[in-house]
């Protein structure tokens, strides 16, 4: 009977002995499965384009006028224009040329006493003989005009439109234009362009034989 609670008891004792050590035994917690970063998407942005600098165009080719147009856009040639236009030769300086037309400004024509010019104005064939000694069939632009001066005597000549003789020289290191009669005018600027020819700015009015 001894013997049977004896191991009744070491039974209920060995239970409960596991039933503690199952209580306090500490349980190993499992790693924690690290959670991978959900990689973000770019928010999508709408690309900037940067407009190209400014250009300039170019100049357009008929910015480049005929002849009489090219003088009649020039407030201090307004003397030789109105001439031109009395004398009736604005349309023959709007034709295909070339032409070198040699033009005095209003100071060159204010050296005219105005009884003379009046005068001049008023008779339109002496008028257009005046102005075509101004007048030269062909273009000769300054590397033309200082090609002509190359020889011994430093000079040449040039034909008007209507047969005139221009005499072209150099004088104290400048170029020099004589006409029939004597009349002189020096070469002030050189090579404005035109559709049709060439202008050149000079300080004198040239007359007619």
């Known amino acids: 009977m001894k013997k049977s609670i004896v191991i009744v008891a070491a039974v209920v004792i060995g239970l409960m002995s596991t039933n503690v050590f199952a209580q306090t035994t500490p349980t190993t917690p499992k790693p924690a499965t690290p959670t991978q970063p959900t990689p973000s998407q770019p928010t999508p942005t709408t690309p900037t384009t940067t407009p190209p600098p400014a250009t300039t165009a170019p100049a ?7 002849v009489e147009a090219t003088l009649a856009n020039v407030a201090d040639l307004s003397t030789l224009v109105a001439a031109i236009k009395t004398a009736k030769i604005d349309s023959t300086l709007m ?6 037309v040699f033009a005095p400004d209003n100071t060159a024509f204010s050296a005219i006493s105005k009884d003379k010019l009046d005068s001049l104005m008023k008779d339109p064939v002496k008028l257009a003989k005046m102005v075509n000694a101004h007048v030269i069939a062909g273009k000769y632009d300054k590397a033309g005009i200082i090609k002509l001066l190359t020889n011994a005597q430093r000079s040449g000549t ?52």
């Open 95 to 100: 034709g295909a040329g070339p032409f070198t």
């Open 60 to 66: 357009a080719a008929d910015s480049v006028r005929n």
């Open 158 to 209: 040039m034909k008007t439109v209507d047969g005139q003789t221009i005499k072209v020289s150099v004088v104290n290191k400048k170029v020099q234009l004589t006409d029939a009669d004597g009349n002189t005018a020096q070469i002030t600027s050189f090579d404005t362009p035109a559709t049709n020819g060439v202008i050149h700015g000079v300080s004198g009015v040239l007359m007619y034989k």
